[in-house]
């Protein structure tokens, strides 16, 4: 892999310089500590924990791909993320401000929070729960989801947190693929100001399995409980009240035993039950929370994922609880009730650092400046991105409107499996690179290889695969760990040389200096005229044009594959020809004449998946004129019908 250096090329923005004064990590040097003291470096991870017993060894790669991380340490991430956080003078800081849909609030101190998980877990082990037993989640953004996470994890009980918004149908699989019996949901939940009957979609998943299920209702809506509840289900109000002022011991876990289950977004498919462990995993979240996100104590910090995916089970529950932190957490959409929700929520709360997806700030800077311009957002010190490749327009938008041009953005690629952040720059030492999401976090080494695995030249794409193994990684899939080994480690890896190298699914090119551009997933990487082109790189192309906010494009398959491209407009912007012409021209400048797309589709919407990604195949199968595969991760799937009816118009 090229060495990394400080060279400043066209583009790079250094870090803001108080930034740095104060950051968490400033040091440059902890590239070159970590690599000469590899795995022993990650120590310093484990050290932010609190372990009941100290691990022997670092790192047992014996029966690799099946690694042990701090073998024979024991912990408990409930008794890290909460107790040790009383003990240490902090039991009035508050731990979790919950912001509700309809303008509630609730604050929960440390105390409080150590109050309810204990009354909870005891709770749980009155319904049954035991220990290595997994309790699925079925729940919104609300208080009690990382309250039961918490307590689950207090019992050694690993969670299976299923997004709300997926059907009746998705939860059943997943549940019984995870083979669970406890099932925590919610009467109902308010979406733009309406109530929506959650139960009754848990109630319909657990008609379609066979075991006899458990569940547990918690009361969003207000009602009376009591008339929904059928045999085998309980109030979680009751159930509090009947534990109250219980405590429960924490179960020490072995570091590789699991604490949850989580099934991947299924941007591209069937989604697998990824397993991770205790003391790998909590110690990767603590750490990068710490170096990459800046997290201090007193810090108040809003990551706005939903906990139904990894980002929210790393970066709003574990990372920075952890750490001791404030993690906000906000039940509603960006939208409602008007544009400047967010930036409500931030001066409300005097957010120190914002973490988002690239998705959420496309619609921002589609909406427009004016709704972050009239609030302060002062209070912020860093910004932080994931889940998608974002394009430099959309960074810079982000770095000046909301960052004001002082506070760091860190771009960070990792993946569910993964577990916490693997590719990003530390905001306190290395420059930013719009677009580009950063070296491998110290301590991770990845290298983007060809087809026969030889590391490309830089500037060259290729596979983004990690080579050494890394303590948030998964331990295994939940569905088997022959399973495990195939979906990750048969590509590259050459078992007769004891080489294991874990590849990612996507890809990207390294520049000199060992930054990283993700491409995108290798499905969506177009070859035209014998080019490999990142989805990525055409779309920044075309959304770099003034009035596009947003652009997907795909490959479509003539005699020789040509690029179709699908675009919205900037609030204000007309669809019209000049602006599709401005489209052609933006990619032959930034690409090359061969990139330009043969249709240019201006549409409302694209297909999103659940999770906020854009589902490329679909717009695939709509260019290609084929069936529409698998459509239950899609969360507007209105989009169709308009999609085709305006290809069909223009053909
Ligand atoms: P599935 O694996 O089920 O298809 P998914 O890959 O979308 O779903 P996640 O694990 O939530 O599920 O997402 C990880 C993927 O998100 C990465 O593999 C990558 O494609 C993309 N990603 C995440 N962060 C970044 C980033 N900073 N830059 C580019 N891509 C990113
Ligand atoms: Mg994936």
Not at 64 to 93: I, M, Q, T
């Amino acid at each position: 892999m090229t060495e990394r250096s400080e060279g400043k090329e066209n583009g790079s923005v250094p870090p803001p310089p108080g930034f740095v004064e104060q950051a968490n990590v400033s040091d440059a040097g902890i590239y070159d500590e970590f690599e000469e003291n590899w795995p022993g470096c990650w120590e310093r991870a484990a050290e932010l924990l609190d372990w009941y017993e100290g691990y022997d060894e670092v790192l047992n790669d014996e029966d690799a791909p099946f690694y042990e991380w701090f073998v024979d340490g024991r912990l408990n991430a409930s008794y890290n993320c909460v107790d040790r956080h009383l003990e240490s003078g902090r039991k009035n800081h508050a731990a979790l401000k919950w912001v509700g849909k309809l303008k509630e609030t609730r604050t929960y101190t440390y105390q409080d929070l150590h109050r309810e998980v204990n009354e909870f877990a005891a709770a749980l082990r009155d319904i049954g729960v035991e220990e290595d037993d997994v309790v699925t989640m079925y729940m919104p953004m609300i208080p009690e989801l990382p309250i039961a996470m918490l307590a689950c994890a207090r019992i050694g009980a690993p969670h299976s947190v299923v997004f709300a918004g997926f059907s009746a149908d998705a939860l059943a699989t997943r549940m019984e693929s995870a083979d669970s019996g406890f099932l925590i949901t919610c009467d109902g939940y308010y979406r733009r100001g309406n109530a929506f009957n959650q139960k009754s979609q848990a109630d319909n998943a657990v008609l379609r399995l066979d075991n006899e299920i458990t569940t547990v209702v918690v009361d969003r809506l207000g009602d009376e409980l009591d008339h929904v509840l059928g045999e085998g289900q309980y109030g979680y109000d009751d159930l509090i009240r009947a534990n109250a002022g219980a405590t429960v011991e924490p179960v020490e876990r072995e570091a590789g035993e699991a604490l949850f289950l989580m099934y991947t977004s299924g941007t591209t498919g069937e989604p697998k039950g990824v397993v991770h462990g205790t003391g790998g995993y909590l110690s990767h979240t603590a750490w990068t929370s710490k170096a990459v996100l800046d997290i201090k104590p007193d810090d108040t910090y809003w990551c706005s994922a939903d906990i139904g995916w990894i980002t929210g089970h790393s970066y709003i529950v574990y990372g920075p609880l952890a750490l001791g932190a404030t993690t906000v957490m906000y039940e509603g959409t960006p939208d409602y009730p008007d544009r400047s929700r967010v930036w409500e929520i931030i001066e409300r709360n005097s957010v120190d650092i914002f973490y988002t997806a690239p998705t959420a700030i496309r619609a921002f800077m589609k909406w427009g400046s004016e709704y972050p311009e009239a609030h302060d957002l002062s209070s912020l010190r860093l910004l932080g991105t994931v889940g998608e490749p974002i394009n430099p327009r959309a960074w810079k938008w982000y770095y000046k409107n909301i960052g004001n041009e002082n506070c760091p953005v860190v771009d960070t690629w990792w993946q569910t499996e993964t577990g916490g952040m693997m590719v990003t720059t530390l905001p306190g030492v290395g420059d930013m690179k719009p677009g580009n999401a950063g070296p491998a976090v110290p301590g991770v080494s990845v290298e983007v290889v060809d087809d026969a695995g030889e590391a490309v030249e830089s500037g060259e794409a290729g596979y983004l695969t990690v080579d050494k193994p890394w303590p948030g990684m998964l331990r295994t899939l939940h569905d088997g760990d022959g399973r495990y080994v195939d979906e990750y480690w048969r590509g590259f890896s050459r078992p007769d040389d004891d080489k294991w190298v874990y590849f990612s699914g996507d890809e990207a090119r390294i520049d000199d200096d060992g930054y990283i551009t993700v491409l995108g997933r290798v499905d969506d990487v177009i070859n035209v005229s014998g080019h490999r082109l990142g989805t990525m790189e055409v779309e920044s192309a075309i959304v770099g044009v003034e009035g596009i906010a947003e652009a997907a494009v795909v490959g479509s398959d003539g005699t020789e594959t040509s690029i179709y491209a699908y675009a919205i407009t900037e609030d204000g912007y007309d669809a019209d020809a000049s602006l599709r012409d401005e489209v052609a021209t933006a990619v032959e400048n930034g690409i090359g004449g061969f990139a330009q797309p043969e249709e240019v589709v201006f549409t409302t919407q694209l297909p999103k998946t659940r999770s906020g990604k854009i589902m490329r195949r679909l717009l695939e199968d709509i260019a290609n004129h084929e069936p529409l595969g698998d459509t239950s991760a899609l969360r507007n799937p209105e989009v169709v019908g308009e999609i085709e009816a305006i290809d069909g118009e223009e053909e």
